[in-house]
């Protein structure tokens, strides 16, 4: 999308046609800055350190990574330690298992030879898959936002949102904040309410970044704060991303997000989740079950980084030092607290049986 009137993706191949350009999110709001990645395990540390994140955005950045390696190492031996290497980056977000499973599928049956072109040539695909998956989501998702619109002629649609899954969560358009813009587009009355997202603050940093540079009216709230503007009326749809949906239609994201279905339920709000088919994973059946939580370093809730009034970038402590913190970097909401599944293929309902029938490819998937 956007930046300063220059169109950017979050990730891309570089002109050299083998190292992999990413903008560095750790470094947004303040700093725009570009990182350049050589390496299988450049990529992979930026998944892990979240140089690079959001689950779409994971999946093409490991994607590349396979591509980095094969440059490296194209044998067997190779193949499998580059799949090892980038699979443990992070444990929760399905798409970083599918785009691995994707690039293996395409290697493993060609010559070690001619592995890296067909590395970079599938690489590319998924990423140029990810953006039009996202175009689809963006339409689906439009008729949402339209809906309301007609029923309040004149005045705006109030969106709220957690976390990032915006445009840098994917390669491009976002996969929540997709519908958002295209409405934007079509100069539809909309503003967004946008959580922080403690503790890496992804929507204070990332989303109000993204909305920002795309003109997008928006607001960010602290976290607590999205119950009682749903009390008062003040929000007519909740539309969040997700980093894996399991069969029952249960849907895995951002820590936080199940407390804002909860009150979005308690005030009839629409809850939305916007995800791509890469997302969908039939084999797990419970999501609260079965889904792994990561849990990320504790500095992450001790510590913010922020501008100083001089302008400089700098780090505080804000826990007491002693005080044991705990980390959960995802939480899942049940399906029976989720109005609808925003996908490329249209609006579905939370289950196994809509999933299943949109989208019978990923069922297949799963047994791999
Ligand atoms: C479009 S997926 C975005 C999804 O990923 C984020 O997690 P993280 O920033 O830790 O990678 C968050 O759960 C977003 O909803």
Redesign the pocket.
């Given at each position: 999308m956007k930046v300063d009137g220059k169109h950017f993706r979050s990730v891309w191949r570089e002109r050299d046609g083998w190292s992999v350009g990413a903008i560095d999110q750790r470094r947004l709001p303040h700093e725009f800055v570009v990182a350049r990645l050589t390496s299988c395990e450049d990529a992979a540390v930026a998944i892990r350190d979240?140089l690079v994140?959001?689950?779409?955005?994971?999946g093409a950045t490991a994607a590349y990574g396979m591509a980095l390696a094969m440059r490296e190492d194209a044998s067997d031996a190779g193949l499998k330690r580059a799949y090892e290497t980038l699979i443990v980056a992070?444990p929760?977000?399905i798409?970083l298992k599918w785009a691995l499973n994707e690039m293996r599928a395409a290697l493993a049956p060609v010559e070690p030879l001619e592995r890296a072109e067909a590395a970079y040539a599938r690489a590319d695909e998924i990423a140029e898959q990810d953006v039009e998956i996202n175009r689809g989501i963006a339409s689906n998702g439009l008729a949402l936002i339209e809906a309301i619109a007609a029923k309040k002629p004149g005045e705006t649609v109030n969106l709220l949102t957690?976390?990032?899954?915006?445009w840098l969560?994917?390669v491009d358009w976002?996969?929540?904040t997709a519908p958002i813009y295209l409405a934007h587009e079509r100069g539809i009355k909309i503003h967004v309410w946008v959580d922080e997202t403690r503790p890496?603050n992804?929507g204070a940093s990332l989303t109000a970044w993204e909305l920002g540079h795309h003109g997008v009216p928006h607001t960010v709230i602290p976290d607590n704060t999205g119950g009682h503007l749903m009390q008062h009326g003040m929000v007519d749809l909740a539309i969040?991303?997700?980093?894996r949906v399991a069969a029952n239609g249960d849907v895995?994201?951002?820590i936080g997000?199940y407390l804002k279905a909860l009150a979005a339920h308690d005030n009839n709000v629409p809850f939305y989740v916007?995800?791509?088919s890469p997302?969908i994973d039939f084999a797990v059946s419970d999501g609260i079950r079965d889904i792994p939580i990561?849990q990320r370093s504790g500095t992450e809730v001790t510590d913010m980084t922020g501008l100083t009034a001089g302008g400089r970038l700098e780090t505080v402590r804000i826990v007491p030092e002693g005080s044991p913190v705990a980390n959960y970097?995802?939480d899942v909401t049940p399906a029976r607290l989720v109005t609808g599944l925003i996908t490329e293929r249209g609006v579905l309902k939370p289950d196994r049986a809509s999933l299943a029938a949109a989208f019978p490819e990923r069922i297949a998937a799963a047994a791999e």
């Open positions: 979240m994140r959001g689950a779409p955005l994971i992070r929760t977000a798409n957690h976390c990032n899954a915006g969560a994917t976002g996969t929540a890496r992804q969040v991303g997700t980093d895995c994201n951002k997000t916007a995800l791509p997302t990561e970097a995802f």
